[in-house]
């Protein structure tokens, strides 16, 4: 699904390449190389209240498990809106994207921690604040 803007909205549209990063993969009890990008659209529109936020997430990450060499493949959409009274504001949300093995290894999870900072011109900035990958089975 495309992200579409409010008539009068301010967008913002950015990717932060994300590099090779190690986590420990609990499904497989080794660790795996994980490397992708996060591509960002965030929205502001003035409203008679304050302003309503929309964001749009899009992850997509390869790796390879550093033991046995089994590849994984993720990607992810996730969309998110708020109201925010007065700027400066933040808000944080988790991203869980399935990473799905290319092998006979159990899937795992990846949670991607963002923030979305307004400064007081409506200006955002985005962080990617925390990664963990978790095996649920």
Not at 3 to 22: C, D, F, R
Not at 97 to 107: C, H, Y
């Amino acid at each position: 699904m495309k992200p579409t803007a409010t008539p009068g909205a301010e967008v913002t549209n950015t990717t932060m390449q994300i590099p090779a990063v190690v986590y420990d993969n609990p499904c497989l009890g080794e660790p795996v190389a994980l490397h992708g990008e996060l591509h960002t659209v965030l929205t502001l529109t003035r409203q008679p209240t304050g302003f309503h936020v929309g964001s749009h997430l899009n992850g997509r990450y390869t790796g390879t498990g550093l033991v046995t060499g089994v590849p994984y493949r993720a990607s992810e959409t996730q969309q998110d809106a708020w109201n925010v009274r007065d700027l400066p504001d933040s808000h944080t949300t988790t991203m869980v994207t399935r990473l799905i093995s290319q092998g006979r290894a159990d899937n795992a999870f990846l949670y991607t921690t963002v923030t979305t900072r307004m400064d007081a011109n409506g200006v955002p900035t985005v962080t990617v604040d925390d990664q963990r990958v978790e095996c649920r089975g």
